[in-house]
């Protein structure tokens, strides 16, 4: 008898206990359910029953309940959390969930659950990722801006030269007048060597598009500098390809003219395995010690390499420099 | 006779040049009109350029502030006038630095173009005494600070405060800071219609942020 009495005093206790600290959990604003190792509630608020019920229908009697109904919520793309899920309540609130072990003094675990009102930070970090959105939006404006730019500058450029260009027709229209009218006994030759380059000026139609061929230019440039470029085999039609070859031209002639002192150059072009290979001869001086790679030849190697291409020298019986790229988009034309 | 090369990516450009190398042809000789700086380097090498009219953006993103360096180093004796049609503050100064004798804007210069290829010629030097002066919104581009104009040059490069900061090395808050005077003194509502003021005064040559 005073075993149970006293049974009965500890239990009146231990529930005294137990719903006056059920009652201050309910008055808290957050939600909160501790959960066994087998997963049920041992103790959980108010709150937390509220949404819980809200978010399935029916009363907590598992951990994985929450879990899986957390899981069917769909999540915000913005607000970033690595520990929280989100839900958000039919009063517009949004909550976040998260989970932690806490272990008790005897050494039992419980999964704690707790659920913040997360509404304003939710709102804050949607408001960021819209900002964020108008952001980028106004940067890619900026970056099509920075683009016509450049081609505005290139109209008002073309504008101007051909304001200069008739001011240059205007000269020549004047001079030719006090020439003739005015009995000037001005130098004729000059005159006409003035009218012939001015018109010389006009023999292209104005504004059309500047679309030199880089190879034409290039073998134009070596044979005003007095050597001859024989190219054998099909040069590749795509820009990107086609431009490193002749930088690889460039630096060989540029090498050929200042050392080597030749007069011909040898540009042998083969394709094999989705390759294009360019190997540059001349029939300058090779060097007499093994070449060391320069500013020239160094930022070069770094282009090529950088198009996933490479770059060989060979410095005797001849210089040989060979450069190998990935094969272009539109492939090489037949020579 | 003094022999030109012209190096301008715009064929328009090259011929507006060449006229103007013609109407002197007691003194000047064309050699070529090339798109690529680097084949300036060609000419330079084979000695058959004794001065260059350069541009500083030319074809395939060759630089010509950087050719004008190369050149200068290994043939000293050839002149070069560095042209350009942008209001970039700082392009005199990478010009001088390089090495280039004289400095054109193609479009804000009160002097002719041959006036300054005399001079370069006869062993002169040439360069603007200011920079253009272009209108900035309700201000002009004369009225900035150093600062300022620093921060405003590097604004459509970088984008944000920290990413400027960074590059002169000085506090974010002073960006900032720096910003919104710039603000106030244009007149600009937000830093993007700043950035599309800048660009469209063409403050800044494309491509040459990567040497910064």
């Given at each position: 008898m005073k075993d149970l009495f006293s049974f009965l005093r500890r239990a009146q206790s231990y529930f005294g206990r137990f719903l006056a600290v059920k009652e201050a959990l309910d008055t808290l604003?957050?939600?909160?359910?501790?959960f066994n190792e087998s997963g049920f509630p041992v103790l959980c608020n108010r709150r937390m029953y509220q949404l819980v019920q809200e978010m399935t229908g029916y009363d907590l009697q598992h951990i994985d309940e929450l879990r899986n109904a957390l899981d069917a919520v769909p999540q915000s793309l913005h607000y970033e959390s690595a520990d929280e899920r989100l839900f958000s309540a039919r009063d517009g609130r949004v909550w976040g969930f998260s989970e932690t072990v806490v272990t008790d003094e005897s050494g039992a675990d419980y999964t704690q659950v707790i659920a913040r009102d997360i509404t304003q930070l939710y709102a804050l970090s949607e408001q960021a990722a819209q900002r964020n959105r108008e952001l980028q939006e106004m940067l890619s404006q900026i970056q099509d801006a920075a683009k016509n730019v450049v081609e505005m500058t290139r109209q008002e450029e073309i504008l101007d030269a051909k304001m200069r260009i008739h001011a240059k027709m205007g000269s020549c229209i004047l001079y030719s007048k006090s020439y003739y009218v005015g009995g000037d006994a001005g130098d004729k030759d000059m005159l006409l060597s003035v009218w012939e380059d001015t018109?010389?000026?006009f023999d292209e139609e104005i504004g059309q598009k500047d679309d030199t061929d880089i190879l034409e230019d290039f073998t134009r440039v070596a044979n005003n500098c007095g050597v001859s470029v024989a190219i054998e085999g099909p040069f590749p039609t795509d820009r990107a390809?086609?431009?490193?070859?002749?930088?690889?031209?460039?630096?060989c002639l540029t090498n050929l003219i200042a050392h080597a002192r030749g007069d011909h150059m040898d540009v042998s072009i083969s394709r094999s395995d989705g390759r294009v290979t360019?190997?540059?001869?001349?029939?300058?001086?090779p060097p007499s010690e093994p070449i060391t790679e320069g500013g020239g030849l160094s930022s070069l190697r770094k282009k090529i390499e950088r198009a996933g291409g490479r770059v060989t020298v060979q410095s005797r019986p001849v210089f040989i420099l060979t450069v190998t790229l990935p094969e272009g988009e539109k492939g090489a034309e037949s020579s | 006779m003094i022999n030109v090369l012209v190096v301008d990516d715009e064929r328009n450009i090259r011929k507006a040049f060449i006229a103007d190398i013609?109407?002197?042809?007691?003194?000047?000789r064309l050699v070529d009109a090339v798109s690529e700086a680097s084949s300036a380097e060609l000419y330079c090498a084979a000695g058959k350029a004794d001065l260059i009219i350069m541009d500083i953006n030319t074809a395939n993103f060759d630089n010509g502030i950087d050719a004008t360096a190369r050149i200068k180093r290994r043939y000293p004796g050839v002149k070069i006038i560095v042209t350009t049609s942008y209001n970039d503050p700082y392009a005199m100064d990478h010009a001088r630095r390089a090495g280039a004798d004289s400095f054109w804007y193609k479009d804000a210069s009160d002097v002719e173009l041959l006036e300054v290829m005399d001079i370069t010629a006869g062993g002169g030097s040439w360069y603007p005494e200011n920079r253009p002066d272009v209108p900035l919104g309700l201000s002009r581009l004369s009225e900035l600070t150093a600062a300022q104009l620093e921060v405003l040059y590097l604004l459509p490069q970088y984008f944000s405060n920290a990413a400027i900061a960074q590059q002169l090395h000085i506090a974010e808050g002073t960006v900032?800071?720096?910003i919104r005077d710039i603000l106030t003194k244009t007149g600009c509502h937000s830093r993007a219609q700043l950035i599309a003021l800048s660009?469209?005064?063409?403050l800044v040559i494309p491509g040459s942020e990567a040497e910064e």
């Open positions: 604003p957050a939600g909160v359910c501790f018109l010389r000026v390809t086609a431009n490193l070859i002749v930088s690889a031209q460039r630096e360019a190997a540059i001869r001349n029939n300058g001086t | 013609a109407a002197r042809p007691e003194k000047y900032k800071t720096h660009i469209r005064s063409k």
